[in-house]
């Protein structure tokens, strides 16, 4: 039953990260996309503010912004990675917000799922072994990619920013890594779109972006969307999800991300892919699927 809980959670957070993606390309309607990430992040923070203060009154605990974080160096911890977290987020979001200028809903989510293979990918760097699977899964994602986007040789400028944003989410795992164990992870991801508002307002003013009133207004549903609903309603559901299952699993149902994001665009955008746009998603969502089988035989072994 719990499995059935946390695997519920996990898809309905899923739902939401995904249908995100046609609430995102329909806000660069009316505004530009530094504005449409300030915006949203924005709306996350006092969204999140309201999950920590429901759990801390639920769990009886005195309100606080640290929560059970004691030490001053644990708070300077949180405060680090907060500040990181947002940085990067700021970075990735607004490459992704950008490349959705040009390109679509769907093509956008499958190429952003690309972090799934690119996290594992960097840990080269950090001296991690790599299995000829993960290898095998990351030509499979190249041959995906290139099938989607018409060739290597065709990537437009949305497909190009959208597969950076991509590798920025995959640094943006890597410092979530690093600080979320010793960290509330809710309090961690508010700080980081606190972080994140500003850092993407002020991008926006030195990109000379429309600060209208009327674009602001116009788009209100879908930056409020994306801030309360892919944004805090959907971390949450990630932290109640994870709770219940084993990590490989989370993010096994995670990667459904990218086929919502597809029927999303079909729903809300009228977006219809070609027969070779559809094989290419299947070939990256297989891809995804054999990079995380194998690292779940390898755990299984090891217990």
């Not at 449409?36 to 005195?62: Q, Y």
């Not at 947002?86 to 093509?107: D, E, N, R, S, W």
């Not at 499979?140 to 959208?162: D, M, R």
């Amino acid at each position: 039953m719990n499995k059935f809980k946390g695997s519920a959670a996990m898809i309905a957070a899923t739902i939401l990260w995904g249908t995100a993606f046609s609430a995102q390309s329909s806000g660069m309607r009316y505004i530009g996309p530094m504005l449409f990430t300030a915006l949203r992040s924005l709306i996350a923070v006092p969204a999140l503010l309201a999950v920590i203060i429901a759990l801390d009154l639920f769990a009886g605990r005195k309100v606080s912004l640290w929560g059970e974080t004691r030490s001053k160096e644990a708070q300077k911890k949180l405060l680090a990675g907060g500040f990181w977290c947002g940085l990067v987020i700021a970075a990735a979001a607004i490459c992704q917000q950008a490349g959705l200028q040009y390109t679509t809903a769907g093509k956008t989510g499958f190429l952003t799922a690309l972090y799934i293979i690119i996290v594992p990918m960097l840990g080269i760097f950090f001296k991690r072994k790599t299995g000829l699977m993960l290898w095998i899964s990351a030509l499979l994602a190249l041959a995906g990619s290139a099938l989607l986007c018409g060739g290597l040789g065709s990537l437009g400028k949305g497909e190009i920013l959208v597969i950076i944003c991509a590798g920025i989410y995959s640094v943006h795992i890597l410092v979530i890594d690093h600080y979320a164990p010793s960290c509330d992870c809710i309090r961690l991801s508010c700080l980081q779109f606190a972080v994140a508002t500003p850092i993407a307002a002020l991008a926006s003013l030195a990109a000379g972006e429309s600060w209208h009133p009327d674009g602001i207004l116009a788009s209100w549903p879908f930056w409020l969307y994306c801030g309360a609903g892919s944004g805090a309603a959907a971390f949450t559901l990630q932290m109640i999800s994870q709770k219940y299952l084993h990590p490989v699993t989370a993010s096994l149902l995670m990667s459904l991300e990218s086929v919502f994001a597809v029927l999303g665009g079909w729903l809300f955008l009228d977006e219809r892919l070609s027969a070779r746009e559809t094989a290419g998603c299947a070939v990256i969502f297989a891809a995804i699927i054999l990079s995380q089988v194998k690292i779940s035989s390898i755990r299984r072994k090891k217990d």
